[in-house]
């Protein structure tokens, strides 16, 4: 699942508007819809802002451990 689809499915499971979301993570209503909408630039910390209200971060995931070089 993608982040903004896993965003817009917590906020509806909690009952909350993109207003709410917006104002209980400390950021816009417009960053909230670019990231629900899939836009490719965001900023990391306004992410984690958000997530951190579902108790869960972004962070570093191995994808292929044959991507790893020394």
Do not use: C, H, W
Request: zero cysteines; glycine letters at 8%.
């Amino acid at each position: 699942m993608e982040l903004g689809a896993y965003i817009k499915a917590k906020r509806k499971k909690y009952g909350l508007s993109q207003v709410e979301l917006a104002m209980r993570a400390s950021v816009g209503v417009r960053f909230i819809k670019d990231m629900e909408s899939g836009k490719p630039t965001l900023q990391l910390d306004k992410v984690n802002q958000v997530l951190y209200l579902f108790g869960e971060e972004l962070a570093p995931q191995k994808i292929n451990a044959d991507d790893e070089k020394s």
